[in-house]
Nanobody, 121 residues
Framework: QVQFVESGGGLVQYGGSLRLSCSAP????????MGWYRQVPGKQRELVAQ???????NYADSVMGRFTISRDSAKNTIHLQMNSLEPEDTAVYYC???????????????WGEGIQVTVSS
């Protein structure tokens, strides 16, 4: 069973910074991709940032230039440095890890429990 350890959320003022971290201790394989999604009540969960095992990065337009995702040499640990935070960034942030099942040609995703980020105006 995959379990993620998420940390770094909290309350910050407009323009401030937070750093989210996520690790998957005890997982014996490397996730082909890892990332952070976020969700607010009444809306769909959306991708914030994603990084592949090879280091390719993908960001939502709304966070481009403000957020940076990185991945440790311990491959199943990622960080999200969030700068210039805005009230619109307020959400529950979920860590995600994905593996590609070649036989099915489909991704299997695993999720953390989520961590609250609140940005006050």
């Amino acid at each position: 069973q995959v379990q993620f350890v998420e940390s770094g959320g909290g309350l910050v003022q407009y323009g401030g910074s937070l750093r989210l971290s996520c690790s998957a201790p005890g997982v014996s394989f490397n996730f082909a991709r890892m990332g952070w999604y976020r969700q607010v009540p009444g809306k769909q969960r959306e991708l914030v940032a994603q990084i592949s095992l090879e280091g390719s990065r993908n960001y939502a337009d709304s966070v481009m230039g403000r957020f940076t995702i990185s991945r440790d040499s311990a491959k199943n640990t990622i960080h999200l440095q969030m700068n210039s935070l805005e009230p619109e960034d307020t959400a529950v942030y979920y860590c995600n890890g994905g593996i590609l099942e070649l036989r099915r040609g489909a991704w299997t995703d695993f999720w953390g429990e989520g961590i609250q980020v609140t940005v006050s105006s």
